[in-house]
């Protein structure tokens, strides 16, 4: 396929959103009426020749069907489609589960379907679809009042992890809360540039590598197109991302990497009705007994719960707040078993303005399981503080590859156990490591730690634009506000 048809693919796509949002459509409904329509357009391609593929769609609803019809009778049987194809088995009820048509303009649904049925998809290369889809996952990300940037973590984050981690063939690899699978097709992308794999590797890596959770059935469902436009797995295959909430019990599958960034809420909550009939928040605790502490912070329940997931030899990179490094009580418990249990060998401090969740201070985690022992594995975790005097807007100034190609270079992937090489000590550089005995020692286990200087404190010249002030300053005003949110929630809980 030539390139002009290639982009002229692409503009007919964004042209048909842009379109939309005018009739008030927004790009997630958009992106989800093309997640069920291109899906049933490659149904029908994979059910001709040469493919001749039964794939379980009902005569009465299959790609035809929509075709040949328009107008109120058009908009009439799509919704009886989607009603009833939520209900069939396999990919095909996990593409279609709770979905609605979100275009009420009966013509441009005829528009759409029909822009569709011009493209043979299934001859379409991966890289063309997957870009497509892609693009229009950030587009949507991007649309905060959707409320999907909590599932889309930033590409150029993602990349970092994985050239750290350098997953290798013939491996497992997991994520308890995938969100939109960017984890996964960024170390498909590259297991499948780094290394000749065969026949049967090739297999493995498209059937047997993959496997998530996400118990939001949207983000689910955009997950599976996803991956699946990005030729992981089968239409007809098995679901590689179950529905089901990870941290309820330990499924007994061990993973070789683990790559992921959990959802950013602290606390798990469950709605109740008390004897009054009046409904109630009650914290929900995860009973486990694989799990160091019990706690109603969903997000130690996570790193316990990763822990848990990797073999012995397994690997994982992991997303985390602030409050994960220095909160007391069970947070001192699970970093100082993590330190204990595992090489808990990296940290990178993040810096705020690159995630669609506003105010977010997070850091990357990068621990390696081990066997059981009487001494602790860690013997000392190296920090990469890109945080400080570090400004990132999410329009202006995004997170990019080169930002963190400094902090890939002192991982020092290709040996991580010969970090000291080739830089000099500076008391300005971002790069630092601190012995077990030293973080042991600190008040709590805080790892929190940091040795720069904010040099906009002391120096006027080198200050931020004023329109990255003011971001960082609604960043910091809505932290804290969440932070005053959780407070307020603690105390309804204990007054009840």
Partial sequence: MNDNNTSSIVSKVWSYCNALRDDGVSYGDYLEQLTYLIFLKMADEYSTPPHNRNLGIPDKYRWESLISRSGAELESHYNELLKELANAKGILGQIFVKSQN???????????????????????GTDVKGDIYEGLLEKNAEDTKSGAGQYFTPRALIFAMVECVRPEPDRTIADPACGTGGFFLTAYDYLLHNYPLDKEQKKLLKFNTFAGNEIVASARRLCLMNMFLH?????????PISPNDSLIADSGNRYDYVLANPPFGKKSSTTITNDKGEEEKED??????????????KQLNFVQHIRTMLKTTGKAAVVVPDNVLFEGGAGEIVRTKLMQTTDLHTILRLPTGIFYAQGVKANVLFFDNKPASKDPWTKEVWIYDYRTNIHHT????????EDLADFIACYNPSNR?????????????????????????RDKTNLDIFWLKDKSLADLDNLPEPDEIAEEIIENLEAGLQSFKDVLERLNVISL
């Fill in 231 to 239: 030729n992981i797995g089968e239409i007809d295959g098995e679901v």
């Fill in 102 to 124: 979100k275009i009420q303009n009966p013509s441009m649904l005829y528009k759409v379907i029909q822009m569709i049925n011009g493209e043979r998809w299934t001859m379409l």
């Fill in 394 to 401: 999410l329009k202006k100034r995004p997170l990019k590859k």
């Fill in 417 to 441: 156990h010969e970090r000291q090489s080739g830089r000099e000590p500076n008391p300005e550089d971002r790069w630092r490591k601190f012995s077990y005995s030293e973080i042991i020692s």
């Fill in 284 to 297: 929900f605790v995860y009973n486990r007994q694989d799990f160091w502490t019990t706690t109603s912070n």
